[in-house]
């Protein structure tokens, strides 16, 4: 108990001694003015507020949406603005200027994150690439996957971990962070004994290399991605929040890259990415381990749409998900979410297009959220 408050309290008994009791008045106007004081130093020394905790910022892979973003830049960064997302993770311009884009974050007061560029693209021309996102306010550049023949296993991979060091220290040198977005492929184990995305992270020190971890391949890899995501604690600034729902055997890679044109073969597995919160992932579990390792973005990505529902309302239903698991009770109804889910797409009479005015069924009838409900 601090001097202060003992005194208070010592002087306070004294008020009860006959002597001071004989002049009443004045024993009672002190004796209220010493209660106030005590009252006031109870609250002051006595109770501490928990730390309010700060608000975890959401951004989207913008490879979620490549047909709207190719077909309308500002009118799907706009979408994603009014859906309630913080930021976007680009992955191409589709050849609309840095500073065009940039004059659209700012209007839009969308965080432009990060932005995925193919590690050719970064050999190629790494000074172009910082220029061209820099100028947008990007923080970092992340190498979205590596090409068959420079993944782990092959005489080609060790080099290819060598040349991402440099390209660190030129992201480095110009006040940007370099980032490595994973795969399942990473996950290969090498004759050590590690696996190949841990090599990668053990060869590149940390201030030339953070992590972007894609907790959908982690946990496709058979890995807890809640715990690995904390084995990288504070390397792990940007995360990828990703869903999905599988049954059968692995065979083949169940994804598209950025880049990279593939023969579709006959799906020997059922394989389906899902808006997060509607798949196999256990969100909750997540968002723990995104507080323990001290991350500081979630990205929400979903490479092909599922469920009945465009690439516009796959990104809403799981924003509203990841919002209603953030903060229960204060952010938008999850029930109203659901109504939502979709509806643009399965009603009669809407197109395609109004997805990304599905709030209020804005071009479709009126009534159509509402049927969906029922």
Same mark, same amino acid.
């Given at each position: 108990?601090?001097a202060? #408050?003992t005194?208070i309290i010592?002087?306070f008994?004294?008020?009860?001694?006959?002597?001071?009791?004989?002049?009443?008045?004045?024993?009672?106007?002190?004796?209220?003015?010493?209660?106030?004081v005590?009252?006031?130093?109870v609250m002051?020394?006595g109770?501490? +507020?928990? !730390?309010?905790?700060?608000?975890?910022?959401?951004g989207?892979q913008l490879?979620?949406?490549r047909?709207?973003?190719? @077909?309308?830049f500002?009118?799907?960064?706009?979408?994603?603005?009014?859906?309630? %997302?913080?930021?976007?993770?680009f992955?191409?311009?589709?050849?609309?200027?840095?500073? @065009?884009?940039?004059?659209?974050c700012? *209007?839009?007061e969308?965080?432009?994150i990060?932005?995925?560029?193919?590690l050719?693209?970064m050999m190629?021309?790494?000074?172009?690439?910082?220029?061209?996102?820099?100028a947008?306010? &990007?923080q970092?550049?992340?190498v979205?996957?590596?090409?068959?023949?420079?993944?782990?296993?092959t005489?080609?991979?060790?080099?290819? /971990?060598?040349?991402?060091?440099?390209?660190?220290?030129? /992201?480095k040198?110009a006040?940007?962070?370099? #980032?490595?977005?994973?795969?399942?492929? $990473?996950f290969k184990t090498?004759e050590?004994? +590690? %696996?190949?995305?841990? %090599?990668? %992270?053990?060869?590149?020190?940390?201030?030339? #290399? @953070?992590?972007? #971890?894609?907790?959908?391949w982690?946990?496709? +890899?058979?890995i807890? !991605?809640?715990?690995?995501?904390?084995?990288?604690?504070?390397? +792990?600034?940007?995360?990828?929040?990703?869903?999905?729902?599988? $049954?059968?055997e692995?065979?083949?890679? !169940?994804?598209?890259?950025?880049?990279?044109?593939?023969? *579709?073969?006959? !799906?020997?597995t /059922?394989?389906?990415?899902?808006?997060?919160?509607?798949g196999?992932?256990?969100l909750q579990?997540l968002?723990?381990?995104?507080?323990d390792?001290?991350?500081?973005?979630?990205?929400? *990505?979903q490479?092909?749409p599922?469920?009945?529902?465009?690439?516009m309302?796959?990104?809403?239903k799981?924003?509203?998900?990841?919002?209603?698991?953030l903060?229960?009770? $204060?952010?938008e109804?999850?029930? &109203?979410?659901d109504? @939502?889910?979709?509806? &643009?797409?399965?009603?009669?009479?809407c197109?395609?297009?109004?997805c990304?005015?599905?709030d209020?069924?804005?071009?479709?009838?009126?009534?159509?959220c509402e049927?969906?409900a029922?």
């Open positions: 108990m601090s202060f #408050l005194k010592t002087n008994g004294n008020f009860f001694k006959p002597s001071i009791l004989t002049d009443n008045q004045n024993t009672m106007k002190t004796l209220k003015s010493l209660v106030i005590a009252l006031a130093a002051l020394f109770c501490k +507020s928990a !730390p309010k905790e700060e608000k975890i910022p959401v989207v490879y979620s949406v047909d709207n973003m190719e @077909q309308d500002y009118g799907t960064l706009k979408a994603i603005k009014e859906m309630g %997302y913080d930021g976007v993770e992955a191409g311009l589709f050849g609309n200027t840095p500073e @065009q884009v940039k004059a659209w700012d *209007e839009l969308l965080n432009p990060s932005a995925h560029v193919p050719a693209d190629a021309d790494i000074d172009g690439v910082i220029k061209t996102y820099k947008i306010g &990007c970092y550049l992340a979205p996957y590596l090409p068959e023949e420079l993944r782990p296993g005489d080609l991979f060790e080099p290819t /971990v060598a040349a991402i060091a440099e390209l660190g220290k030129k /992201v040198a006040g940007m962070t370099l #980032l490595y977005h994973n795969h399942d492929f $990473e090498l050590d004994g +590690s %696996y190949g995305l841990d %090599y990668i %992270y053990s060869t590149v020190p940390a201030d030339l #290399l @953070q992590t972007e #971890l894609d907790l959908c982690v946990k496709y +890899s058979g807890d !991605p809640a715990e690995y995501l904390r084995k990288y604690t504070d390397r +792990s600034p940007v995360v990828h929040f990703k869903d999905y729902y599988f $049954e059968g692995k065979e083949g890679d !169940p994804y598209a890259l950025i880049g990279i044109e593939k023969e *579709e073969d006959a !799906p020997k /059922v394989f389906e990415f899902r808006p997060l919160g509607c196999m992932q256990d579990s968002i723990d381990a995104f507080k390792a001290h991350s500081k973005w979630i990205i929400i *990505e490479d092909n599922s469920m009945g529902m465009c690439p309302a796959s990104i809403k799981g924003l509203c998900n990841l919002k209603h698991m903060c229960p009770g $204060e952010c109804q999850k029930e &109203c979410c109504k @939502q889910e979709g509806c &643009c797409d399965k009603k009669d009479g197109s395609e297009d109004d990304a005015k599905c209020k069924a804005e071009g479709c009838e009126k009534s159509c049927e969906k029922e």
